[in-house]
């Protein structure tokens, strides 16, 4: 069992960035886990971001924030990161990291149904 507590999200105009934390607690160590952050927005489903291995070595995003966002770890702290720069409104959405007990050193996991743990999620809006 792992428990993850975002936080970090909030108001922001475009061209503004944020960085999101979420911070992971639980039974199993924390480089145990490969990672995940998704997005949904009001009326639509939940989508993928971002993923990141447990070594924090393998990252993948999703087309629409390649070369925008960053995804990273410090497994030191047990907190996976989003940085997140040059918003756009479209990326208004509640923002959920997720966690999936992985044996395998290198995966990474693009698909919901991959992840077993989930965040409350934090908002992030941004104005036009």
């Known amino acids: 069992q792992v428990q993850l507590v975002e936080s970090g999200g909030g108001l922001v105009q475009a061209g503004g960035s944020l960085r999101l934390s979420c911070a992971a607690s639980?039974?199993?160590?924390?480089?145990?886990?490969?990672m995940g952050w998704f997005r949904q927005a009001p009326g639509k489903e939940r989508e993928f971001v971002a993923t990141?291995?447990?070594?924090?070595?393998?990252?993948f995003y999703v087309d629409a924030v390649k070369g925008r966002f960053t995804v990273s770890r410090d497994n030191a702290k047990n907190t996976v990161y989003l940085q997140m720069n040059s918003l756009k409104p479209e990326d208004t959405a509640v923002y959920y990291c997720?966690?999936?007990?992985?044996?395998?050193?290198?995966?990474?996991?693009?698909?919901?149904?991959?992840?077993?743990?989930w965040g409350q999620g934090t908002q992030v809006t941004v104005s036009s």
């Open positions: 997720a966690a999936t007990h992985d044996r395998s050193l290198n995966n990474y996991y693009i698909h919901v149904g991959s992840y077993n743990y």
């Open positions: 639980g039974e199993r160590t924390f480089s145990s886990y490969a």
């Open positions: 990141i291995n447990r070594s924090g070595i393998r990252t």
